[in-house]
C-alpha cells in the first residue's frame, strides 16, 4: 500500500492511514497548469492523491517562468500539460496523471468533470472561471478556487447546497489582458487551494466553506471574510 511505503510518513500523524487511503483514492481535476496549478499539483501529487486530472491547452512560453515551476526554458513551446505529466510522474510515480490538452469550455466542461471528486480552479481568466462555475452547479462538484494579481490572492471553497457559486460570490469581473503577477503570489495561493483539497478529501481540519482567505503581500496579511450564501443562488444556480 502506498501509504506504507515511507514516502507519507511526515504526514501519517497529521492524517492518518485512513485519510492517506482517500487521498490515494480520490480524483482531482486542476483547471488550468500555469501559476497556481504548477503549485497545486506538485504538492496534490506529492502528498499522493491517486488521480490528477490536469487541463490545460497552452504552450510553455518565456515570460511564464518566473511563477510556473513546473517548467523551464528548456521546455519552452512545448505543451504544459505533457511537460507536467512528465514532471510531476517524476516526482511521485504512484499518482495517475491525466493530461487533457484542451480548452474548457461550454461544451466540454460538465464531461470533463463528471467523474471528479473535486475541482480545482487555477485558471487565469474570468470567462473560462463561469463557464466552469456553470459546470459545477450543473454536476454538483465541490470547487476550491483561487485568484491572483500582483501580491494580491484569494481562495475560498465552494460547495454544493452549502455556499453561493462562484458566479453568485464574486460576479463577472473585468477581463484584462494583461494581469501583473509577482512569481511567489500564486505560489502562496496555490499551496492554500492544495491544502484545501488534503483537508477536503481527508476531513482533517475545516476548509474554506462560505469563507474568503484574502492575501494581501504588500503588508503581509491575511485576512478571512464570513461569507454567507443567498437563498436566491442556492435556489435557482444549485436547483
Known amino acids: 500500500m502506498a501509504e506504507n511505503t515511507g514516502r507519507y510518513n511526515r504526514q501519517l500523524p497529521i492524517l492518518g492511514a485512513d485519510g492517506q487511503r482517500k487521498l490515494r483514492s480520490s480524483k482531482i481535476l486542476i483547471a488550468g497548469v500555469g501559476g497556481l496549478g504548477s503549485a497545486v499539483s506538485i504538492y496534490l501529487a506529492a502528498a499522493g492523491v491517486g488521480r490528477l486530472i490536469i487541463v490545460d491547452s497552452d504552450t510553455v512560453k518565456l515570460s511564464d517562468l518566473n511563477r510556473q515551476i513546473l517548467y523551464s526554458w528548456r521546455d519552452i513551446g512545448r505543451k504544459k500539460v505533457v511537460v507536467a505529466k512528465e514532471r510531476l510522474r517524476g516526482l511521485n510515480p504512484e499518482v495517475d496523471v491525466v493530461a487533457i490538452d484542451t480548452q474548457i469550455t461550454e461544451e466540454n466542461a460538465s464531461k470533463l468533470i463528471r467523474d471528479i471528486d473535486i475541482v480545482v480552479d487555477c485558471l487565469d481568466n474570468w470567462r473560462t472561471r463561469i463557464i466552469l462555475d456553470k459546470a459545477i452547479c450543473e454536476e454538483k462538484k465541490v470547487l476550491v478556487h483561487g485568484g491572483v494579481e500582483g501580491l494580491y490572492g484569494q481562495v475560498t471553497v465552494i460547495v454544493p447546497y452549502k455556499t453561493m457559486c462562484l458566479r453568485c460570490l464574486i460576479g463577472k469581473p473585468e477581463e484584462k489582458e494583461f494581469i501583473p503577477v509577482l512569481g511567489t503570489t500564486p505560489g502562496i495561493i496555490g499551496l492554500i487551494e492544495a491544502t484545501e483539497v488534503i483537508k477536503l478529501v481527508t476531513g482533517v ?35
Open 205 to 239: 481540519g475545516q476548509p474554506l466553506i462560505n469563507k474568503m482567505l484574502i492575501y494581501d503581500g504588500y503588508s503581509m496579511e491575511f485576512n478571512i471574510v464570513e461569507l454567507k450564501p443567498t437563498k436566491e443562488c442556492l435556489d435557482m444556480c444549485w436547483g
